[in-house]
């Protein structure tokens, strides 16, 4: 479990009367979240673990530190758009604050996040890195900014998409600088794809592709566009005379400048007045015959964007659950040094409480990553289970995570209290930020459509994640076999219900409950394995009290007017809201008690 923190005198500096609770300034974010390490010496080898364990440690310093102030800047001295440069030229540029190109020079240069899973020799280790890896760094990095988070996932798909589907020549004249880690060699990637005809529904979209030799000239409008002057944008566009819906439209790489050295014959019309991400400039798009070229089969952009979504789903779940887990640090720094009537917040009932509310969807959401992150890396290895296994993850985690994290966010904020909604803590920009994960790549009723309707109701993704979990459940010896009886029985209802809704049309309005319903059940079989393989590697098995509390609070049906609190409740506050192991002997006894 996350570690309390413990105010030291030099930490209350800021607040010499000591009526104040510091915040996390000066935090390692890596040092503060032994779950995090227990996940990835589960899921990662021992010698790649050991290797990124350094720069982890690192990054988690810089998020709780230097980082943090940058995005507290970046946040406030948003992009500015130019229309001309200083000699009256009609030349385009975005003019950032020196803060946020400091979040680049860290996240593309010095740690290199876009391009981990693409490029070899990136820290040092010799081959690309897995998944799982890759989004260790995701995580401590969207800690301390959420908005840069978009141009790493973007740069990453960008690149994910020439390296599968570009011809040769446009892979040896773009690929290197999207993954390059040298700042002055760097080409930063982009995703235009909504329009104002069709945001979720992409086989409405109206921009038009005229070819002309070698490339094509597209024109019309892009509505929402992330990372605006990125240098090397991926869209969607529908070729002169191509037929209606997706399979009309192609995948286009669209450069920002000419080989001549002159931008491309498009305008960012205006920035976005956006609620969150601010540091990052996003905009509207107008195309006036700009140069493109195809990528892969024409008839095939929707299903080859289709994937780049998908990854970015899952980066935007681990996105949400770091700042859950960034909300729950600040929470618990108020908690443990807030003096009131007397007592610490966290030595009140109702005070520990809402701090095991909190903690509960971050574990949920962390376990949840991590295993749609290995089901991504076994996918790309070869294997057709976890293919099918991905495709139902992916939907689950972006839409139950995502939500979450708006009410940790918040609930979190409210811990602090009154100043916790001063834009000078973090708090308040975690809770701006939060609001755009369940809009990103698809709004809540979209991916619980696309998890129920297309995932089960299409391909059956729903058998891949029963036998996922029932081996999970297998593999989990030390847990109590009446508590494992008891995932099995929730994981086969929970996966009927999914079946139940996605047979009939007219159960769509059921969706989402039964999105959430898998998630959750998956997320109490995964604490339980994880419970299991940590008690195995350190002796400590609280992880599995969080397997629990998922089926008490987040499944089963509660009476509004039954006492729930008890002494067995209050025990397993004690020891999840501490940080002292647990054995699998004392812990099952909980788990079981009435």
Avoid at 27 to 55: G, K, Q, S, V
Avoid at 138 to 166: H, S, Y
Avoid at 270 to 288: N, Q
Avoid at 388 to 415: H, N, Q, S, W, Y
């Amino acid at each position: 479990m996350p570690r309390p923190v413990i105010a030291q005198p030099e930490d209350v500096a800021a607040a010499p009367s000591g009526l104040l609770a510091p915040d996390t300034s000066g935090m390692n974010f890596y040092r503060a979240d032994p779950a995090l390490t227990d996940l990835l010496r589960i899921h990662l080898p021992e010698n790649l673990f050991r290797h990124i364990e350094p720069h982890l440690d690192r990054l988690g310093e810089l998020a709780g530190g230097h980082l943090d102030e940058c995005a507290r800047l970046a946040d406030r001295h948003t992009p500015i758009l130019h229309q001309r440069d200083k000699f009256g030229r009609d030349v385009q540029w975005i003019e950032y604050h020196p803060a946020y190109r400091e979040l680049e020079n860290a996240a593309f240069g010095e740690f290199g996040i876009h391009a981990l899973s693409i490029r070899k020799g990136i820290m040092g280790w010799p081959d690309k890195y897995p998944v799982v890896a890759k989004h260790a760094f995701t995580f401590l990095f969207n800690q301390t900014e959420f908005g840069m988070g978009c141009p790493i996932n973007v740069t990453d798909g960008c690149a994910k998409l020439l390296a599968n589907f570009g011809s040769e020549a446009l892979k040896a004249k773009y690929l290197d600088g999207l993954t390059s880690t040298d700042m002055s060699k760097l080409t930063q990637g982009g995703q235009f794809m909504t329009e104002k005809e069709g945001g979720s529904d992409v086989g409405m979209l109206t921009t038009c592709a005229v070819q002309e030799g070698d490339h094509w000239r597209l024109y019309g409008e892009k509505w929402f566009c992330s990372n605006a002057d990125a240098k090397v944008v991926m869209l969607l566009a529908r070729p002169e005379g191509a037929g209606p819906g997706t399979r009309g439209v192609g995948l286009f790489l669209m450069p920002r400048f000419l080989d001549n050295g002159t931008q491309n014959h498009y305008r960012i019309v205006r920035l976005k007045d956006k609620l969150g991400t601010r540091s990052m400039a996003s905009g509207e798009i107008k195309l006036e015959g700009a140069i493109a070229y195809a990528v892969g089969k024409l008839d095939r952009g929707f299903v080859q964007m289709a994937e780049m979504v998908n990854s970015s789903r899952l980066s935007n779940g681990v996105k949400s659950t770091a700042l859950m887990r960034r909300a729950y640090h600040d929470a618990m720094t108020v908690a443990t040094n807030r003096v009131v009537f007397g007592q610490r917040i966290i030595d009140l009932p109702l005070g520990r409480r809402q701090m095991l509310k909190i903690m509960l969807p971050v574990e949920q959401g962390l376990s949840m990553s991590f295993l749609t992150a290995d089901a991504l890396d076994r996918a790309e290895a070869g294997s057709q289970d976890a293919a099918a296994l991905l495709r139902i993850l992916t939907p689950t985690l972006k839409f139950r995570a995502t939500r979450d994290a708006r009410k940790v966010c918040g609930d979190a904020l409210e811990m602090r209290g009154g100043i916790g909604y001063i834009e000078e803590f973090a708090t308040a920009r975690l809770l701006r930020d939060a609001h755009l994960g369940s809009v990103w790549e698809g709004t809540g009723n979209i991916v619980a459509i696309d998890a129920l309707c297309r995932a089960v109701g299409r391909h059956g993704a729903e058998s891949a994640l029963a036998a996922d979990l029932h081996a999970r459940l297998d593999d989990s010896g030390s847990v109590p076999q009446a508590w494992r009886d008891n995932l099995r029985d929730l994981t086969d209802r929970a996966v009927s219900f999914a079946r139940d809704v996605a047979a009939k049309s007219e159960n769509e309005a059921d969706a989402r409950r039964a999105t959430s319903a898998l998630y959750h059940v998956a997320s109490a079989v995964a604490l339980a394995w994880e419970s299991h393989r940590i008690h195995e590697m350190r002796g400590d098995a609280r992880r599995l009290l969080l397997s629990r509390l998922v089926i008490d609070h987040r499944v089963t049906p509660s009476d509004p007017f039954r006492l729930t609190e008890n002494a067995v409740q209050a025990k397993m506050a004690e020891l999840l809201l501490g940080d002292r192991a647990a054995g699998m002997s004392k812990v099952g006894e909980l788990v079981l008690a009435a």
